[in-house]
């Protein structure tokens, strides 16, 4: 082999050895690894068979804290409330799933479960049974318990499906212990990622390696983690600066520093779980935690319409983030005339249940026959035909019909974490009469809401417009035509503000526009415009086949957003359009390390391989046709879709449009 051939061999091989790791490995593991999981001095396990036997769930003293608690009672009790406490058979919405994808799959296929939502089972190896006798253990009603994350020493590959490595060896007490219990990769983001990003693979679809759920780059991809929006980018924040705050402690508390500890409730939008364990306090600072991360906007839509207009200011990945299968977050809306009789009125639970013609804001997975996956068949899922999801700081746009007549409009986003089949699945087994009774109570939270007169939507402040008009650039052409307009009006009002133009050069872009795109992206620079022209600039010159001004302008989004998949994606397509070969290879290198998971990267690597003659070719090849996006069959499935559920056909238009024809 060559000397040249080597780098790019090393490299293969590395990415390799990343790609094959699956689920969680330990050290110990076994009976020894898990009796250090569980810890010293926990429930007694015949009283945990006991709670089991009689509510269908153990929710007393947390196992696996004890030891830990002595010194550190604030962080125990917060984490004995968190959804990470409750991550295993102690939580009846996931035992439901759990066993019926054991069923299928069996204990080989349920590791892809267990890794992340079992590790005291896991790291005895695989699960031959997940009967009675099995969930009423301690180890099954552990959750994810304080050893777990304190010991992964370093960020694992951020590949997902639990992909992590616990060194389980014992803690020391007093010297060494502040070093043993926090390695070096506690607070990156790839820690979380590690679970909270998901590959379907064959054992689990028992077809094709599929993408699931994706909150790591959800959050990497965009302005929170390594990447821009138009929006002003927030200062940089990772998943514990959100959702692990520094909180007061007690004077108890030896974890303290400078009276601070890091809030081990890691609230998210679990707010189910906090009902079935009657925790109301946990259920209000859940709530709390979700209220008006999203922000409303209603504006003139134009031809008797209203745009609502959707901002996710707060979350910094897509919201709702986590199991789009199950959680439903949807638009609730009401039309009053003016003597305040509803007109119509949509997303309105009935018994419990969501009509078909309401707008959701979610990720659409279907099954092999194009209908919304049901009761989490996780090994069911072929494609998602509609994302409506919020990206961080990328307003997004509803049109809602008015009728004659209509005087006010009043909108809601609200969030329920499960729907009331996924409810009924889950629930229904339990056999304590209350506890079955909290388990079906699934609350509702209000994210958002916005009210306004129909003849006042038009009276919109600057930053409203712009977000309007960013949302409108999204559209189809009559909306982007539209949208240029605005925001070169708006940019006309705002001399100083690069975001109008911005936002206009985006809409020229979508009409294909290119010198336009161009001149508006000069003014923009000239106002201080950052990233965002870049990658506005690469779009516009590769659709127009101007490789390279396009390659000059994404070797200068390399050097401001190092850290962005989409950054080194376009960089590899331009350097390799470019006859640059060794620095396509160079860039494809880069996206794989940041995941080495991503189709388009293998691609490019195997198409720089090829014009270099090095070896690896076939093997980049492979890669690319395993994860690559089965871009036909969503085409079907889309088709199935809007023909078997049509009243929820308007999801797949760029605006979805709902209300009276």
Not at 292 to 299: A, G, P, Q, T
Not at 307 to 330: K, Y
Not at 591 to 602: I, K
Request: with cysteine; charged share 25%; net charge neutral.
């Amino acid at each position: 082999m060559s000397r040249a051939g080597l780098p790019a061999l090393l490299v293969l091989l590395a990415i390799g050895a990343v790609v094959g790791a699956r689920a969680a490995e330990f050290t110990p593991a076994g009976a020894t690894g898990q009796a250090r999981l569980l810890g010293p001095g926990g429930p007694d396990a015949q009283a945990v068979k006991a709670a089991v036997e009689r509510d269908g769930v153990y929710a007393g003293p947390a196992i696996g804290a004890g030891a830990c608690a002595r010194c550190h009672p604030d962080v125990a009790a917060q984490w004995a409330a968190s959804a990470h406490r409750f991550s295993s058979f102690a939580n009846p919405y996931y035992t439901a799933s759990a066993r019926a994808f054991h069923a299928v799959r069996g204990p080989d296929g349920f590791r892809f479960c267990a890794a992340c939502h079992d590790p005291a089972l896991d790291v005895t190896g695989p699960l031959d049974a997940l009967d009675d006798a099995t969930l009423a253990t301690p180890a099954a009603q552990a959750g994810i318990g304080c050893l777990l994350c304190h010991s992964i020493g370093e960020a694992p590959p951020p590949i997902g499906n639990g992909a992590y490595h616990a060194r389980l060896d014992p803690v020391p007490i007093g010297e060494g212990h502040g070093a043993r219990v926090r390695p070096a990769g506690i607070d990156d983001g790839r820690l979380c990622g590690s679970c909270h990003r998901v590959g379907l693979d064959a054992q689990v679809s028992g077809d094709r390696w599929r993408r699931g759920q994706d909150d790591h780059f959800g959050w990497a991809d965009g302005p929170f983690g390594g990447g821009a929006a138009i929006l002003d980018t927030p200062k940089p924040a990772g998943c514990v600066d959100c959702h692990m705050p520094r909180v007061a402690a007690s004077a108890r508390e030896k974890g303290a520093r400078d009276g601070r500890i890091r809030d081990h409730r890691a609230l998210g939008a679990n707010i189910a779980l906090a009902a079935l364990r009657g925790d109301d306090a946990h259920g209000r600072a859940t709530a709390a935690f979700v209220r008006d991360s999203v922000r409303i906007d209603l504006l003139d839509g134009g031809e008797g319409r209203v745009d609502v207009v959707l901002t996710n200011t707060a979350a910094g990945h897509p919201f709702p983030a986590g199991v789009n299968d199950s959680n439903q977050a949807w638009l609730e809306w009401r039309i009053v005339g003016a003597d305040g009789a509803v007109l119509y009125e949509s997303g309105v639970l009935r018994d419990g249940r969501l009509p078909e013609a309401t707008h959701l804001v979610r990720a659409q997975p279907v099954d092999p026959q194009g209908d919304p996956l049901a009761e989490r068949a996780v090994h069911d899922l072929r494609s998602v035909v509609f994302d409506t999801r919020l990206p961080p700081l990328q307003p997004r746009a509803v049109r809602l019909r008015m009728p004659a007549g209509a005087e006010r409009l009043t909108v809601r986003l609200l969030y329920r974490q499960f729907d009331a089949d996924y409810i009924a699945f889950a629930c229904d087994p339990l056999p304590a009469p209350a506890v079955r009774a909290r388990c079906a109570a699934n609350p509702v939270m209000v994210v958002a809401e916005a009210a306004a007169a129909i003849g006042a939507v038009s009276d919109a402040e600057p930053e409203a417009r712009l977000r309007h008009g960013l949302a409108l650039a999204d559209g189809l052409a009559a909306d982007a035509r539209r949208a240029e307009y605005m925001l070169r009006e708006l940019a006309r009002e705002r001399p100083d503000d690069p975001r109008p133009l911005l936002g206009a050069a985006k809409a020229a872009w979508a009409l294909g526009r290119t010198d336009a795109v161009l001149a508006l992206l000069d003014r923009a620079d000239a106002r201080g415009a950052g990233p965002m022209s870049h990658r506005l600039r690469i779009a516009a010159l590769m659709a127009a086949y101007r490789i390279p001004p396009a390659r000059v302008a994404a070797e200068r989004l390399a050097t401001a957003l190092p850290d962005a998949r989409g950054t080194w994606i376009v960089l590899a397509i331009l350097r390799g359009l470019d006859g640059d070969h060794v620095g396509a290879l160079a860039a494809a290198d880069r996206l794989l390390a940041l995941d080495p998971q991503h189709p388009d990267g293998h691609y490019q690597r195997m198409l720089a391989l090829r014009a270099l003659q090095r070896p690896g070719e076939a093997d980049a090849r492979l890669l690319y046709l395993r994860y690559r996006r089965p871009d036909e069959a969503v085409l079907r499935l889309r088709k199935a879709f809007r023909a078997r559920h049509p009243l929820r056909a308007p999801h797949l238009d760029a605006i979805p449009t709902w209300g009276q024809r």
